[in-house]
């Protein structure tokens, strides 16, 4: 009976040895998709800025130049 016992235990913890390394690959995946994602929302972010301070110089100098004419 003992004997049983131990070996059923020994199967527990290598399942949940085995869970823990799934559980770890999955929290691997999971921590790189969310890099991911914040790097990409960074470009975005980045891209949206740029944009925003092309216009805004370009509005400037069109300001600029219609303030000059009158």
Known sequence: MKKGGSTFMATIELNNE???????????????????????????YREITNMLESYYVAFNKVSKNKGAGH
Not at 18 to 44: A, C, F, G, P, Y
């Open 18 to 44: 085995n869970n823990d390394s799934k559980l770890s690959t999955k929290l691997k995946q999971l921590h790189e998709m969310v890099v991911l994602n914040i790097k990409q929302r960074k470009d975005k």
